[in-house]
């Protein structure tokens, strides 16, 4: 059976992806925003800080040891 | 499009997230308790005041626990769907189902297990203050090499595919990540600072229980990605990121 008349195999490779400029801004602003939200469990106060308490760092405290950023 | 595919993604981390939380608050948080309690005799031992709690431990462990993976799992469901948007039908022949299986494999793979050879998560009790930021720059320094090496090889891989097929493809970018990884693990420096007396057992089964929580994480997060794909175009037949 060819390819072409299975429709459970795709065989047109880049024509119909999202374009690269559409994905671009979002992978921009959206990487960011995860990025910043990441820093915020696994290194706030741990190696650097942006609220001067240690409340963010002392709450999240088990998910960073346990997903596997370093700590003390 | 891009918008609706990080909403799923996002979804899909919460899903995940739930059930990774499960697993740690069952199967991690006894290993967390007693490397605690170790720290906490040394300081006693040592004639040290005991800490200061700013929060309780019983909300360290439930509500901030659910949080700190919930956050975090949102975070990389939505990396998860820019990764799916930059890759989805670019990759061969792969369908939609095994682009979003293969992202959270290679995902799992190099974000968490092999930076984790070298520098293994670490219960409470075990890493010093003083070295924390040298420890935290190492530690990205090796996720950041092996993300960009794994990106970098399956490019390589779709650029080779159509000249010498898949299958050699494949091992040629497994070879080209293996290879910038291994390099990058040789020049870094090691990092030990395990207590002496430190149980070997609690130590073992607190990295256990990481590696399998993320292993747990990443597979749900893929099934789910594609769950709730199957779940919009039945809703939303041939409408916008389900037209094609």
Known sequence: MSAITNPNVYNSPADDAIPLGQVLPWAVFGGMMMLLSIYFVGVEEGAMSLVSSNYVHEYVHDARHLLGFPCH | ?244
């Open chain 2, 1 to 244: 499009m891009v918008g609706k595919l990080l909403v799923r993604g996002m979804l899909a981390g919460v899903i995940a997230a739930i059930f990774a939380f499960a697993f740690f608050k069952s199967y991690g948080e006894p290993w967390v308790d007693h490397a605690i309690a170790i720290e906490e005799q040394h300081s006693t031992a040592a004639g040290m005041a005991a800490e200061p709690e700013l929060v309780s431990r019983s909300v360290q462990a439930g509500l901030g626990l659910l949080t700190g993976v919930l956050v975090y799992g949102v975070a990389i469901g939505g990396l998860f769907a820019i990764a799916y948007a930059f890759a989805n039908k670019r990759l061969g022949v792969l369908s939609p189902r095994s682009t979003a299986m293969l992202i959270a494999i290679v995902g799992l793979v190099a974000l968490i297990v092999v930076p984790a050879l070298k520098y293994p998560a670490n219960p409470p009790a075990v890493g010093s203050g003083d070295t924390i930021g040298a420890r935290t720059q190492l530690y990205f320094l090796m996720v950041a090499a092996s993300v960009l090496s794994a990106t970098l090889s399956i490019m390589a891989a779709t650029k080779l595919w159509p000249k010498i097929g898949g299958w050699y493809a494949s091992l040629a970018a497994v070879c080209i990540y293996a290879g910038i990884v291994a390099v990058m693990m040789q020049i870094l420096p090691a990092v030990n600072e395990v207590p002496e007396d430190f149980p070997a057992e609690t130590l073992y089964n607190f990295r256990t229980a990481s590696i399998a929580g993320h292993v747990i994480f990443w597979t749900l997060l893929g099934v789910a990605f594609d769950i709730l794909r199957l779940l919009s175009e039945a809703l939303w037949p041939r409408r916008g990121i389900n037209a094609a």
